[in-house]
């Protein structure tokens, strides 16, 4: 399992897109939209777990401190 956190994989994402180029079967547009979505929604969840924790992500939490950052699991938004 990696423990490179998921902002960080969709922004390797966006960069190997934009690195690699296009092939005729993608849609520009729908693939960095897509992506850009991705990494906004990621980015939006991951400060709320910080903010929520009060603490960054590695960080260890204080004696009284409750919750902990568990892993991460792919789910789909409707």
């Not at 966006?14 to 960095?32: E, M, P, R």
């Not at 990621?42 to 929520?52: G, K, P, S, Y």
């Not at 924790?53 to 950052?69: A, I, K, M, T």
Request: glycine share 8%; with cysteine; charged share 35%.
């Amino acid at each position: 399992m990696s423990r490179v956190p998921p902002r960080e994989q969709v922004c390797k994402a966006i960069s190997d897109f934009l690195k690699n180029g296009v092939d005729g079967s993608q849609d520009v547009k729908s693939t960095l939209f897509l992506l850009g979505a991705q990494r906004l929604v990621q980015e939006l969840l991951e400060e709320e777990v910080t903010d929520f924790l009060g603490r960054e992500h590695y960080e260890r939490r204080d004696n009284g401190q409750n919750g902990s950052r568990n892993g991460y699991k792919e789910r789909s938004i409707r």
